[in-house]
Each structure stands twice: as structure tokens, then as C-alpha cells.
């Protein structure tokens, strides 16, 4: 049968309404329908309060896919009794939007008010972004912006100025497993009509899958209860919803907000000696696809960073592991990673040699820099050591225990001590022999 041949008459079409995805049918159109994000819209709460008073201003919902930005805004548009207008940045262009702002203010003098959607906001680069602010500062439209990405980052600061930020979370897994019972037992919009069932045992597995997306979760429920109707089952089991599902994809974003926030986590859990949360974000992000370089590159960060010379061995094992990823590439190479991680994390913690370093640097940017002493100095020819260079200069190892008592910093900053062992791991041992330096010196000024 071609693409373009007529549909064959015995195939009568399913109703419009079964055409639409079980997401969509299922969209709520009130806030009573609306679930979760309580801290917004419980009552008393700040984004309610604002509905309520119809006073809603130009917002920015920020928050993961599925927690129902979209739906929110066509809400908020009802609620206000406003022209609603949805763009996508993905597909819009900003010539159309201007054509649609110019009608809102033609709208806007007749006393209509007119809500512009933009989905994904933040794919508009930071010129075409500015292209509203005539509009929302004059009031004529309320832009209403759904992002994934981090305001801060994603749009310009006069836009940002101008809306109110409000931060979106992922459902609970309570809240999802209530929508797709709804969504089950409801014939007019759901999947009621099939007939078909589920136990809380299949419901809190889709709503492990989705991660707190209510479109994934309604998506692999539609695609369970079809396959199950196929197979003459009239409830879900294991080996259809397992059909239905797809490997699951973790919301992640190489170079966006969610590629810092996890690292965040895994260098803090290592700082913190949590073996099991290391090795949690570890394969997380390696299974996020994150670049496995990278990772091999923050260990070794960390392994100087929050160790230092209480475990100096850790330098040692972190560039082993980042060679083996090299070497053996992955899924061989993770383990490297994972080995590196969990010796990182339980290894003993010291930051003294990271702080030694900042304050050095910190004198070396505030302070004068003084010439190297005369003392410290090379004499290699006749005229340098005619103008005292080498002058003084004492051979630690004709002195007793090998220590003199020269001073080694320029006369600014004599005395100063940067490196203050912690005690922990081979510092102890560090810490005892800078102790038995610091006898040896003073023994020597007796002299």
C-alpha cells in the first residue's frame, strides 16, 4: 500500500480525540486538576494568591520536562480571562511574535488583555529576547516563558527584571501514580474505555521510569495498556509494561545547569567521605553520558584539591584510573573511575596544602615583590659574586640534621608559614617532622 493511497472504507478512523496523545487528553484545565507544585499553588501561596487576584504580572517558569509548565500558563490564561497565544522558540521566529505583539496592542487599547507563551525561552539568543521588553514594559502583552535551563544563565538580565521567576519540581511519585490511576479509570479522556488495570506494583514502576515527568509517565502507560489490550490481558504485568518501556534517559545537560549540579554532588559526597553517594553520582553521570574524561579529570582535582598529602597515594591512583579510561575505554574503563572515587572518598581529608598555596598566591598578588636575597643567589661569574651574590649562604648539609637557620623568604615576608599539616593521614607524620625541623632550626641559632 503507497503513502498516498486512499484509507480503505472498513477502516474507520479512531475518534479525534484518541488521536491526541493520552499527555495531552489528559492535560488539566483547572487549577483543582493540577497536580503537585503545592508550594505554589497551595493556598495562601504566592502564585495562587496572584491568580486569585487576577493580578498575574510576566513570569518565567523554570522546572525538569513534565511537571506541566504549559498547562500551567493555559491556566493562568483561563483564570484571567486572557488571549492565550502559545509559540515554541524551537519552531517561532521573533518576526512572528512581533506580528502577535502588535495585534496585543491593538487589543491592549480596547481593554483586552492578551498572554503571550513562549516554550523554551531560553533557545532564543539574548537580542531576540530583548525584542519583548518594549511590550511587557508597557504592559500590552504578559509573557508567560517555560525553560529547562537555569534563568540566571539562560536569558538576559533586562528580561529577567522584568517577570517573576517561579521554580517548578518534579512531581512525587505519589502524585504521578494518582494521575495514572485517574488516567486508567477515566473513559471520556483517558484509557478507561480499554478496560484495562494496574496494580500499585506497575503504577510505581512507570513512576520510577519517569523521573517526575508526567508526560514520560503517561506515555509508557498508554503504550502498556495498548500492547496489554493486544494480548488479551486486562491488566498490566511485568512482561508487558517491561515491552513498553524504554532504557531509561536521566535528565541531563553537558554544558547546562545539571552538568554542575551533579559534579557538585560528587565532589562534595567525596569531601564528605560518603563512599556510596561518590559512587552513586559517579555512575549517574557516566551513565548521563557524561564525557568520561572529565570525570577522570575532576578526580584527579580532587584528589589534590580535598586530600593533598594526607593521602598522597590518591594523586597516584586518580591519574592510574584516568590512564586505564584512556586504555580500555568504556563501560571496561568505569570501573577505574568507580575504584578511584571510592578510595578518594574514604581516604583520610585535608585541605592544608590547597588553603598553603591560596595564601601563597594571595602574597604574591598583595605584596611587593621583593628581589630574590643576595644570599639565595647564584654566583657564577666573577662580577656577581663581587657584588655578594652567594654571600652567606649556608650548605644545609654541612649543618647539623641538615637544617640551617637561613632564612629563605624575602625580608617582607620572613617568618610567614603558608602549609599547617592537619594531622590526618600521612600528615601526622608531615606535621611531626616539620616539628622536628622547627627543633633543629632553633638548635642551630644557639650556636
Known amino acids: 500500500m503507497s503513502l498516498f493511497d486512499p484509507i480503505p472504507a472498513e477502516r474507520s478512523p479512531r475518534p479525534a480525540t484518541e488521536q491526541r496523545p493520552l499527555a495531552e487528553r489528559m492535560r488539566p484545565v483547572t487549577l483543582a486538576e493540577f497536580a503537585g507544585q503545592h508550594h505554589l499553588l497551595g493556598p495562601g501561596k504566592a502564585l495562587r494568591a496572584q491568580l486569585e487576584s487576577d493580578e498575574a504580572s510576566s513570569m518565567i517558569l523554570w522546572g525538569p520536562p513534565g511537571v506541566g509548565k504549559t498547562t500551567l500558563a493555559k491556566i493562568i490564561a483561563h483564570s484571567t480571562q486572557s488571549t492565550f497565544i502559545e509559540f515554541s522558540a524551537v519552531v517561532s521566529g521573533i518576526k512572528e511574535i512581533k506580528q502577535v505583539m502588535t495585534e496585543a496592542d491593538r487589543a491592549a487599547s480596547a481593554g483586552m488583555r492578551t498572554i503571550l507563551f513562549i516554550d523554551e525561552i531560553h533557545r532564543f539568543n539574548r537580542s531576540q529576547q530583548d525584542a519583548f521588553l518594549p511590550w511587557v514594559e508597557r504592559g500590552s502583552i504578559r509573557l508567560i516563558g517555560a525553560t ?7 536569558l538576559n538580565a533586562a528580561l529577567l527584571s522584568r517577570c517573576r521567576v517561579y521554580v517548578l519540581e518534579a512531581l512525587e511519585d505519589e502524585e ?12 471520556e479522556r483517558g484509557l478507561g474505555a480499554l478496560g484495562v ?15 517526575g515527568d508526567m508526560r514520560r509517565a503517561y506515555n509508557v502507560l498508554e503504550a502498556a495498556a495498548r500492547l496489554a489490550v493486544s494480548q488479551n490481558k486486562p491488566q498490566l504485568d511485568e512482561e508487558t509494561l517491561t515491552a513498553a518501556l524504554q532504557q ?11 552538568h554542575y549540579n551533579l559534579i557538585s554532588a560528587l565532589h562534595k559526597s ?8 561518590a559512587l552513586y553520582w559517579l555512575t549517574r553521570m ?3 553520558g557524561e564525557d568520561a574524561m572529565y570525570l577522570a579529570r575532576r578526580l584527579v582535582r580532587m584528589a589534590v584539591e ?8 590518591a594523586l597516584n591512583l586518580t591519574l592510574s584510573a584516568r590512564d586505564a579510561m584512556e586504555f580500555l575505554g568504556s563501560p571496561e574503563g568505569d570501573l577505574a573511575l568507580a575504584q578511584a572515587a571510592v578510595y578518594l572518598a574514604l581516604a583520610p581529608k585535608s585541605n592544608s596544602l590547597y588553603r598553603a598555596f591560596g595564601a601563597a598566591a594571595a602574597d604574591v598578588e598583595n605584596t611587593r615583590a621583593e628581589p630574590v636575597p643576595l644570599h639565595l643567589r647564584n654566583a657564577p661569574t666573577r662580577l656577581m659574586r663581587e657584588l655578594d651574590y652567594g654571600k652567606d649562604y649556608r650548605y644545609a648539609h654541612d649543618e647539623p640534621g641538615a637544617v640551617s637557620d637561613m632564612e629563605c623568604l624575602p625580608p617582607n615576608l620572613a617568618g610567614r608559614r603558608y602549609y599547617e599539616p592537619s594531622g590526618r593521614g600521612r600528615e601526622k607524620q608531615l606535621q611531626e617532622r616539620m616539628e622536628e625541623i622547627a ?9
Not at 580535598?306 to 597515594?313: K, N, Q, R, S
Open 148 to 154: 529547562t535551563e537555569n534563568p540566571s544563565f539562560a
Open 176 to 187: 504521578v501514580m494518582r494521575l495514572l490511576e485517574r488516567a486508567l479509570a477515566d473513559s
Open 197 to 211: 488495570t494496574a496494580t500499585e506494583t506497575e503504577l510505581r514502576a512507570i513512576s520510577a521510569y519517569s523521573n
Open 248 to 258: 531509561k534517559t536521566l535528565l541531563y545537560d553537558k554544558s547546562g545547569e545539571e
Open 270 to 277: 567525596i569531601r564528605n567521605s560518603d563512599a556510596d553517594a
Open 286 to 288: 557516566i551513565r548521563s
Open 306 to 313: 580535598d586530600i593533598g598529602l594526607a593521602a598522597p597515594e
Open 439 to 447: 627543633r633543629v632550626r632553633r638548635g642551630n641559632q644557639r650556636r
